[in-house]
């Protein structure tokens, strides 16, 4: 279905001063303002920006698909030269689905639960090309295949919820390249995915896009991930695009203060948090309705320029000598891009003290009915196996591992919401192992808190901040009056940097970041000696997460507090912790310093866990290992090694013992323990999977 | 004197209506003048939908609240000459300075039509709301533990829950409102037991807040339990040392009965919620601080859930407008005499196909009461939900 | 799955037990038995004739037994009279006591005899069941096709003219009961005096006097269009509000899922988007309204055939509870319970099948 009056040699998608806005009851809210970019045949565009930059909208405007509220309300969008704005809704509807065709964030949500996957497949030829059903299925069934999905035939009888999530996100890109798409348009589309299976979703992205030609736009957060799919980008801040070119300038050479922000800001391997701390962007995201004149970055940008910068619309400027390299900033040849951090301080490294949290052999066995209507034989999910391991005062104890692995239950029993199975947890010498919360002594309880993941599920919406903080105290017994609570609450806000004005305010008038901070401010009510903070960073966005982790990281340096940093991103632990545990199906599989377990020898999953986090540095080069298939349910484990799988060096172990034993955990000396059979020579021979490039 | 026309009769009607215009017009204007302040109330008035709604219910409200001068007749008095008098007609012998016509024509025992009604307003809105509220407290307090920890208690009182809700609601109202059943006693321990919950409901509500400041908790505690004590000994026994409380047997028995059906509709649903909202990080937050359960379930868990039960509130009013009316319908009213909409009805029905007005009017008024409490909750959900 | 039925199925043995027993005790309270003591011989009887008569009828044995001999568990009671009549719960008036059977019960199928009709329970039973049945069987036939269409209509495109005028029909329908509308309805289309039969009989359109019917008396023999129109309208209204608001509810969320936007986006029209991808996961939530709405139909058809004096379920059982007709009632109570349980039954097993999500988790 190729359109004859089109020239490939001209862009397949043209955006040019594209404008958008909702419009509600009260006001209009515009979401895009003169955006523009182009993408050629068989290139990858990546759009790169925070939540609510407008990233989506763009997406969904060149489908044509904002809803009742959303309006184009300017510019164009040429798609082989034809105006898409302006098309009817028939002639759309042949070009969605067979022309441009898109992926989503949520797989799941995106497929239709009452609908066999190959009757969801084999409808888009069957409306385009007007193929037979048979034919149509015949096909379907031969993408799936080419999407890498196991056991093709199985796959497209079945219905959606049967399938794991990765294999989802593998029918919704088969769906996508049903009929050849000349664009295809990914939001997020590994967002709700786990590291090892984005990459091999990522993989599989980039490698159709080689085979059949594609050109793709690209949208994330993650500037990694872009920079491992994308040929070009365009940065995005508060509705705007702020720069655009090929990867490695703006990676490199990046001409916008946000971008350069932006980059200071995300953990990169060097990153150090004493000695090399990351560098937050100050302020917040302006709101769509509230932002300032000019320069959309100005209040929160080192070189603003008061009078320059904020007088009027700033309009995007090419970078001489780049490869249609632009940027929407005034001051980008007056500014000095090379200039080392200035704001950067090294702090001082916390001291790390005696032990405070010592568990042996902890296990956490729960049971589980095996069916929906409650008969069938009970099945034991075993959460957690044989935990052992100590934490002392000062230090970051980091615990990594993706869905499934045991680190929520792990926190549960800590906290005493659970009881364990069986073993022992001994915090500052008393075992609470047996003891739920309820039974604890409110010492006790102060001292272990929690500081949630989800910022919008972590305040209690009704009550005000406040009012939340001041509970906390009451119940932690601190305080004789309510004076004085109210006036502790008050230093507790300006702990975590948050203005007093904050107390009155409710939940919903708060940012994600902000709200993280409050509850931080609630763990630290009772003067906490052992936090337990559960991806707090993961639902934020980049800028602020630096923010709130740097937090963190002072509050401990001043209270000498034990973290235990729950998280499944391996960048932001190699930036915060002092040791490590790496978790797969409820078993440590790997611990050390943190500078152990990211060196070889590794972990065979840590080495793949390492391998599969993007990383946006184009000095970084990455061994890339894409993990087979996904993870294990922690109900029906495999028998022998949990990895044994997925595992690529399993062929290294003679006499399939993987299949049939648990290795027993070995320390490789300073304290660094893996669980694993490989000989001791293999494991010598290992490779690191980051090298960083001599510059 | 002479049979009023059609528009006569409905200038009339509405110029009797004046209090509750002007007092209509006052709330609207103040409540749209303030109501970027008013919060979900507020923002109401936003909602076309919510805002007739509110207009209609406000309408019965205030009707009920003035019946006494809205009304042209005594509603239980019987004007000889007048049997089944169509809208309209004049009174054959008025009393001097007295109201001249039956506006809406006359009953089969020759009582005003609209006197009826207005007033029969007023019974509805006395029950109602009331029966609400009270199966309002037990369903929470049931409610909210039975999602909280389910297990066996969730077992146990959602099979009773069911147990109520399986049962034909005529039938049970033909078991339980009767004057026979008023003789055994029966409704009194109904009322015994239902009546005792919105004391234990917000005895436990102060005290789970408040245990760590125990003087204030003790205040909130002790003016619960003497007032709700009071007037528990008062409704439930009619053993009210004061007489201020008290009920006539009757309709306590339908009050009762009332409160009994509607319980476990409001059980189900705080029940459906709590195991929702439990799995937030806030409540893990008050778990993990060592918060007790009752403090979780009515300081973080409740307010959270009130938009659907504040929605739920409106439409089962209306629900139990309804059933109200069909007591009345089947003759298990109030009273024989009680000029409730549904008894009216009911009264009107053997003669309605030769004189339909003496039910239509009572009929159309419990429909627009309803309607108007079904547009409200309508209007309450859109707008909760646009936050 | 069966041991999910059959756990469903012990539940419903034990509510249905439950149900029965609280029907028995209450209809069995001493003010009740004597109500009816009075209304079966005279009602100018002394007290003591009252005690005398409860006693003779063998009203006084314990109530759990007697609700065991009504299960048919234990034996029947009897009772040798002063006269030397020796009477009993199996023993037939007149007929030989030797050739009683010893039990009779539910158990025996025996559903004891009605003090009002003055037959077997369940003869009474079966012909106005009979008779609601066809009742029923044509709201059905008139309220769920129409419910659905009216929500899946209303609920495709959200907040268009179609979804608002008919959604304003749906809450006013919701908010008339029946007594309310069978008001309505025989004042406009079945009252001599007043609404549309006037008019039409002063054109000479209509042949009697009324367009319908007021009463559907004559529907018991032979339906027609005229005679059983307006009862079935009454009842099918209000439930048609109901689950159409249902249906537009669950349609309008559907609509907005992303599966449907994914449908959309790949070129799918929106016919096509609505019949094949929206319409099967709107239904779900529906069908168990549907299912539930029949304990309410039941409330429904006692209101309406009162009120246009249709002899079926419904009035039996207004007549048996105003006059405290134990077994009656016991019998009336027993169907009641049984439609309830085995429609919510039916709305599990059938939500399980009609959802593959669930199914097959």
Not at chain 2, 217 to 233: I, K, P
Request: hydrophobic share 45%; with cysteine.
């Amino acid at each position: 279905m190729t359109d004859t009056t089109w020239d490939p040699s001209r862009p397949i998608l043209e955006i040019e001063n594209l404008s958008i806005s909702f419009f509600t009851r009260l006001r209009e809210i515009p979401a895009v303002m003169d955006f523009s970019c182009t993408v050629m045949p068989g290139e990858a565009m990546g759009l790169v920006g925070e939540s609510g930059c407008g990233k989506s909208t763009v997406a969904l405007a060149v489908m044509r698909d904002l809803g009742k509220n959303g309006r184009i309300v300017g510019g164009k969008i040429r798609f082989k030269g034809r105006d898409l704005t302006t098309m009817g809704d028939e002639e759309l509807r042949h070009i969605r689905g067979s022309e441009i065709a898109m992926i989503y964030q949520e797989p799941m949500a995106s497929l239709n639960p009452a609908m066999k996957v190959g009757a969801q497949l084999a409808e888009v030829p069957m409306i385009h090309q007007g193929m037979s059903k048979a034919d149509a299925w015949a096909l379907a069934r031969q993408i799936v295949a080419d999407v890498r999905l196991p056991d093709p035939d199985r796959i497209i009888n079945s219905y959606p919820h049967q399938l794991s999530g990765g294999q989802q996100q593998r029918i919704v890109i088969a769906m996508a390249l049903m009929s050849k798409p000349a664009l295809l348009i990914l939001d997020e589309p590994t967002t709700a995915l786990d590291v090892t299976v984005e990459a091999g979703i990522v993989d599989l992205v980039k490698d159709l896009g080689h085979k059949y030609g594609t050109s793709m736009l690209f949208i994330s957060h993650n500037l990694g991930l872009v920079m491992d799919v994308c040929d070009r980008l365009c940065v995005m801040y508060s509705g705007e695009a702020v720069e655009t070119g090929n990867v490695v300038q703006v990676f490199d050479k990046m001409r916008h203060p946000y971008t350069q922000a932006l980059f200071r800001s995300i953990p990169l391997p060097g990153a150090d948090k004493n000695a090399r701390p990351l560098v937050a962007i100050p302020g917040n995201f302006p709101l769509p309705h509230e932002r300032p004149p000019g320069c959309n970055f100005g209040p929160r940008c080192d070189y603003f320029e008061k009078g320059r910068c904020d007088a009027h619309d700033i309009e995007m400027e090419d970078v001489p000598e780049g490869d249609r390299h632009q940027t929407r900033c005034l001051k980008w040849q007056e500014v000095d891009w090379d200039a080392p951090i200035a704001a950067r301080v090294a702090k001082e490294k916390a001291r790390i003290g005696k032990v405070v949290l010592k568990m042996e052999d902890l296990r956490k066995y729960y049971s589980v009915s095996g069916s929906a209507f409650g008969g069938g034989m009970k099945k034991v999910v075993k959460a957690n196996e044989t935990l052992s391991f100590e934490a002392r005062e000062g230090e970051t104890l980091a615990i990594v591992g993706e869905s499934g692995c045991g680190k929520s239950t792990f926190a549960k029993v800590l906290m005493g919401l659970e009881t364990a199975t069986s073993g022992s947890i001994m915090l500052f010498d008393e075992n609470v192992q047996s003891t739920p919360i309820t039974k604890r002594n409110v010492d006790t309880v102060s001292a272990v808190q929690m500081v949630f993941q989800n910022p919008f599920d972590t305040l209690n919406p009704s009550m005000t901040v406040g009012r939340q903080i001041i509970r906390a105290l009451e119940i932690f017994k601190q305080g004789k009056s309510d004076a004085e609570r109210h006036a502790r609450m008050l230093e507790l806000l300006d702990l975590v940097k948050l203005p007093r004005a904050f107390a009155d305010r409710m939940p919903r008038q708060l940012s994600g970041g902000q709200k993280q901070r409050v509850g931080i401010a609630r763990a630290f009510a009772g003067g906490a000696k052992v936090v337990v903070a559960d991806e707090p960073v993961s639902a934020l966005d980049v800028s602020v997460q630096a923010a709130v982790t740097d937090l963190l990281m002072d509050i401990q340096r001043e209270n000498g507090t034990t973290l235990l940093f729950i998280s499944h991103d391996l960048s932001i632990v190699r930036y915060l912790s002092d040791r490590v545990m790496v978790m797969y199906l409820g078993h440590v599989v790997e611990m050390g310093t943190t500078d152990q377990v990211f060196q070889p020898p590794y972990h065979p999953y840590t080495e793949a866990l390492l391998s599969a986090v993007p990383i946006a540095d184009t000095h970084v080069e990455r061994k890339r290992i894409v993990l087979e298939g996904d993870i294990p349910s922690a109900v029906n484990p495999p028998p022998g090694c949990p990895f044994q799988t997925r595992c690529r060096w399993k062929s290294q172990v003679p006499g399939g013992l993987c299949d049939r034993e648990m290795p027993p955990m070995r320390d490789l000396g300073g304290g660094h323990q893996i669980k694993c059979h490989l000989a001791a020579d293999i494991l010598a021979r290992m490779e690191p999977v980051i090298k960083i490039a001599a510059e | 004197m002479e049979t009023l026309s059609w528009f006569q009769i409905i200038a009339a009607m509405a110029g009797r209506f004046l209090p509750v215009w002007l007092a209509l017009v006052v709330t609207f204007g103040l409540s749209i003048s303030f109501r970027r302040r008013l919060g979900l109330y507020g923002k109401l008035f936003d909602s076309p939908v919510g805002m007739v709604g509110f207009g209609i219910v406000m309408f019965w409200v205030f009707t009920a609240i003035f019946a006494n001068w809205i009304i042209t007749m005594d509603p239980l008095a019987q004007f000889s000459g007048s049997k089944n008098a169509v809208p309209g007609s004049a009174l054959r012998a008025p009393v001097d300075g007295g109201y001249t016509h039956l506006l809406l024509g006359a009953d089969h025992v020759a009582r005003d039509v609209f006197s009826r009604m207005v007033m029969g307003s007023r019974v509805v809105l006395q029950i109602a709301p009331a029966a609400t509220v009270f199966a309002f407290m037990v369903g929470i307090t049931l409610g909210l533990p039975a999602g909280y920890f389910g297990g066996k208690l969730d077992t146990g009182l959602s099979f009773l829950a069911n147990l109520v809700l399986a049962f034909p609601v005529i039938l049970l109202f033909y078991l339980l409102v009767t004057p026979e059943i008023v003789q055994t006693g029966i409704p009194m321990w109904f009322a015994a037991v239902l009546f005792v919950f919105p004391i234990i409901f917000f005895v436990i509500l102060f005290n789970s807040r408040f245990f760590t400041n125990p003087a204030r908790r003790n205040l909130y505690v002790g003016v619960v339990l003497v007032l709700g004590l009071w007037a528990y000994s008062g409704l439930a026994f009619n053993l009210d040392p004061l007489g201020v409380w008290s009920m006539d047997p009757n309709l306590l028995n339908v009050f009762v009965s009332v409160v009994f059906v509607n319980a476990p509709g409001t059980f189900r649903i705080v029940r459906g919620m709590v195991m929702d909202i439990k799995t937030r990080d806030y409540v893990a937050a008050g778990q993990t601080r060592g918060e007790g359960p009752w403090y979780i379930m009515l300081w973080e868990i409740l307010p959270n859930a009130r938009g659907p039960l504040i929605v739920d509130f409106c439409l089962r009013i209306g629900y139990t407008t309804i059933l109200l009316g069909t007591l009345g319908f089947f003759g298990l009213g109030v009273s024989p005499e009680s000029p409730d909409w549904g008894s009216t009805i009911d009264d009107g029905r053997k003669l309605l196909s030769i004189v339909p007005h003496p039910a239509l009017a009572p009929a159309l008024a419990l429909m627009s009461l309803v309607l108007g409490l079904n547009l409200l909750a309508d209007g309450l959900r859109e707008e909760s939900l646009k936050d | 799955m069966l041991l999910f039925i059959l756990r469903r199925l012990g539940v419903m043995f034990l509510t249905a037990f439950a149900l029965t027993f609280i029907v028995f005790s209450l209809t069995n309270l001493q003010p009740n038995l004597e109500k009816l003591a009075k209304s079966e011989a005279s009602v100018r009887m002394t007290d003591d004739q009252v005690v005398s008569w409860i006693a003779n009828n063998g009203y006084d044995t314990p109530m759990l037994s007697r609700y065991a001999q009504w299960l048919g568990v234990l034996p029947g009671w009897v009772k040798t009279m002063e006269d030397g009549e020796v009477r009993g719960r199996c023993i037939a008036k007149g007929a030989d006591p030797a050739a009683a059977p010893r039990y009779c019960g539910l158990v025996q199928g025996d559903w004891g005899s009605s003090t009002v009709f003055k037959k077997p329970v369940s003869e009474v039973l079966g012909r106005s069941l009979g008779q609601t049945g066809w009742l029923m069987l044509t709201v059905m036939l008139v309220m769920v096709p129409t419910a659905l269409m009216l929500g899946v209509l209303s609920g495709m495109r959200e907040g268009s003219r179609t979804d608002r005028v008919l959604s304003t029909f749906a809450i006013v329908t919701t908010a008339t009961p029946e007594y309310v509308s069978g008001v309505i309805f025989i004042a406009l289309f079945a009252s001599a005096t007043a609404g549309l039969s006037p008019l039409l009989a002063d054109w000479g359109w209509i042949s009697g006097k009324t367009l319908f019917m007021g009463t559907a008396t004559s529907a018991m023999d032979d339906i027609t269009f005229w005679n059983f129109a307006l009862p079935v309208m009454t009842i099918a209204l209000y439930g048609i509000g109901y689950i159409a608001r249902m249906t537009r509810a669950s349609m309008t969320e559907v609509m907005t899922a992303q599966y449907i936007r994914t449908a959309r986006l790949k070129g799918v029209g929106f016919t096509q988007v609505v019949l094949k991808h929206a319409l099967r996961n709107a239904l779900i939530a529906p069908f168990t309204v549907i299912m539930l709405q029949f304990p309410w139909l039941l409330n429904g058809v006692v209101i309406v055939e009162t009120l246009f004096n249709y002899k079926g379920f419904g009035w039996t059982l207004v007549q048996a509870a105003t006059n405290n007709d134990i077994e009656m009632l016991l019998g009336c109570s027993v169907v009641a319970v049984f439609v309830v349980l085995v429609t919510q039954l039916i709305s599990d097993v059938g939500y399980v099948f009609l959802n593959p999500r669930i199914r097959l988790a």
